[in-house]
């Protein structure tokens, strides 16, 4: 089945350690995005990637990156984790960005900072 | 680490009642409405859309209905299940785009 895949789904750091998430599609779509959810909140976009296009939303704090080295493939990488950094990260993705279309979400990394 | 100060909404039914969970979405200019089921531990799972240009929309088990003079949203699930028990989000697109912006989630508990 076509699908979004991450890895791993749980990720332990230190305080400042830096620390890369990986996520994986099968889709073949042109869209990749990645969230930000903490506990009880709903995911919050920091960023997305249109083919190799970069677009970076406004409130994503510079020590959030990200990596897109081929279609299939987008990297999240936290330079200097911070406590408040810690939370679910959840990568998507969809066929398009000019037009409304789904967007097909993978399960999740579990990021735990100590 | 997390916040963990804040709780969600939460909607507790008897498996085979109906379930409506409400959502105030924030544009007025947004012409893409969804929802999306979220279990423990997993992403989001695509349920229904309806376009801005719509009132209502149906689906297996589900409708959505959209009123856009007071910004709400809602989600009809009938004759829920246990399956159903997980966090519901609603989230908004604008025309031309395909981001989403997510609102607060409910967290949908059935009994059976």
């Known amino acids: 089945d076509a699908m979004v895949i991450q890895n791993p789904r749980y990720q332990v750091t230190q305080f400042g350690k830096p620390v890369t998430l990986s996520c994986s599609q099968t889709?073949?779509?042109?869209?990749m995005y990645w969230y930000q959810q903490k506990s009880s909140q709903a995911p919050k976009l920091l960023f997305h990637?249109?083919?190799?296009?970069?677009?970076n939303e406004a409130d994503t704090p510079d020590n959030f990156q990200s990596r897109r080295p081929n279609t299939s493939f987008c990297f999240l990488d936290i330079r200097s984790p911070g406590l408040g950094d810690a939370a679910m990260y959840l990568c998507?993705?969809?066929?398009?960005?000019?037009?409304?279309?789904?967007?097909?979400f993978g399960p999740g990394t579990r990021l735990t900072v100590l | 680490g997390e916040n963990v100060g804040l709780h969600l909404p939460t909607l507790s039914v008897q498996e085979g009642d109906n379930s409506i969970i409400n959502c105030a979405y924030s544009?007025?200019?947004?012409?893409?409405f969804i929802w999306y089921k979220q279990e423990s531990g997993k992403g989001p799972q695509f349920i229904i859309d309806?376009?801005?240009?719509?009132d209502k929309r149906q689906g297996q088990r589900v409708t959505v209905l959209l009123n856009k003079t007071v910004k709400h949203l809602s989600l009809q699930i009938a004759a829920t299940q246990p399956g159903d028990s997980a966090v519901y989000f609603c989230?908004?697109?604008?025309?031309?785009?395909?981001?989403?912006?997510f609102g607060k989630g409910t967290m949908l508990l059935v009994s059976p």
């Open positions: 990637y249109y083919d190799k296009d970069f677009n």
């Open positions: 989230a908004e697109t604008l025309s031309g785009y395909s981001t989403l912006t």
């Open positions: 889709l073949n779509h042109n869209v």
């Open positions: 544009n007025s200019a947004s012409d893409y």
């Open positions: 309806i376009r801005s240009n719509m």
């Open positions: 998507a993705t969809s066929r398009d960005t000019r037009v409304y279309n789904e967007q097909f």
